[in-house]
């Protein structure tokens, strides 16, 4: 899954609305738009998206004894 879906689905959930999300995010519904098709973003970006739509972001590879990476 993509992080364009996850957000997407993060949005559905919240039942927030991609240009309420780009308002809050500091940036125009039609540049966020542009950026949810390249689906090019940071994990910091990520985060702040999470945090806007009130969720956790979390980025890692966990192995089976619990450790994350």
């Known amino acids: 899954m993509t992080n364009a879906?996850?957000?997407?689905?993060?949005?559905?959930?919240?039942?927030?609305s991609e240009a309420q999300l780009a308002r809050?995010?500091?940036?125009?519904?039609?540049a966020f738009s542009q950026r949810i098709k390249t689906d090019k973003f940071?994990?910091?970006?990520l985060e702040q998206i999470g945090n806007i739509i009130g969720a956790q972001y979390i980025s890692?590879?966990?192995?089976?004894?619990?450790?994350r990476v």
């Open 5 to 16: 879906q996850k957000i997407k689905m993060g949005l559905a959930y919240q039942n927030m």
């Open 24 to 30: 809050e995010f500091g940036t125009t519904p039609q």
């Open 42 to 45: 940071t994990n910091a970006e």
């Open 60 to 67: 890692a590879f966990e192995f089976p004894d619990g450790t």
